[in-house]
């Protein structure tokens, strides 16, 4: 058990966020392709906490259960690597419909505006196509399996002992990597720093 202080349960996702290339582009994909309405799309001079001088757009695509999927297009320092396609092990994002029928229509269309899509791939206990957007995240749609219920009751179950077993199997090869440090942060306390002091890298530079 913990000995944090008690807090209520986090209720859902409100948005993911991630950077673009470019915001109407990105727009064009998740508004009329995947069909998630443009919502919000602010623009700002300022970055939050630090108050460097950088313009950037906010923008907000609501999804069906009124959460949101969020980008920011901040052109300043932005490199081409930063979009390239990257693994499903570093980042992807997952969203959910509610039959076979209507993933192969999600695939049949994405595939149609000129976006790869593959699948379905059978997880057990979801069946999911994949694709990447046009930022070079990752996708996936997904379905339930009939026996959804039942497989993650079950796994919960064993969750516990799996991720101590894994622990113990791969920390040796994690502390080579990383450093023994970096495997523990617990008991460092953060709640007292200012990160609005914290400067940007590039401010020192500008001033110089």
């Given amino acids: 058990m913990s ?25 064009w994909f998740y508004e009329d392709v995947l069909g998630l309405p443009l919502t919000l799309a602010m623009v ?23 959460n949101f999927i969020a980008f920011f297009d901040a052109p300043e320092g932005a490199d081409d690597k930063l979009f390239r396609p990257r693994s499903a092990f570093d980042l992807h994002l997952a969203f959910e419909v509610d039959t076979r029928e209507e993933l192969k229509a999600w695939r049949r269309r ?3 505006a000129g976006r790869p899509c593959f699948g379905p791939i059978d997880h057990e206990f979801i069946h999911s196509i994949y694709f990447f957007d046009p930022n070079g995240i990752p996708l996936e749609i997904t379905i339930k399996d ?3 219920e039942a497989v993650v009751a079950k796994d919960a179950a064993n969750a516990h002992r799996v ?9 040796a090869l994690k502390e080579r990597n990383f450093g023994a440090a970096a495997l523990d942060l617990r008991g460092i306390d ?6 609005s002091k914290i400067k940007n890298p590039s401010d020192k530079d500008a001033q110089q």
Wanted: aromatic share 12%.
């Fill in 163 to 171: 991720l101590k077993e894994w622990t113990e199997k791969t920390r």
């Fill in 190 to 195: 953060m709640s007292k720093t200012d990160f």
């Fill in 44 to 66: 700002f001079d300022e970055e939050p906490g630090t108050g460097r001088k950088i313009d950037y757009m906010h923008l907000f695509f609501k999804m069906g259960d009124d």
């Fill in 3 to 27: 000995s944090l202080p008690e807090c209520a349960m986090l209720k859902h996702v409100h948005h993911s966020a991630y950077r673009c290339r470019d915001a109407e582009q990105t727009r």
């Fill in 110 to 112: 994405i595939n149609q």
């Fill in 146 to 148: 009939p026996d959804y």
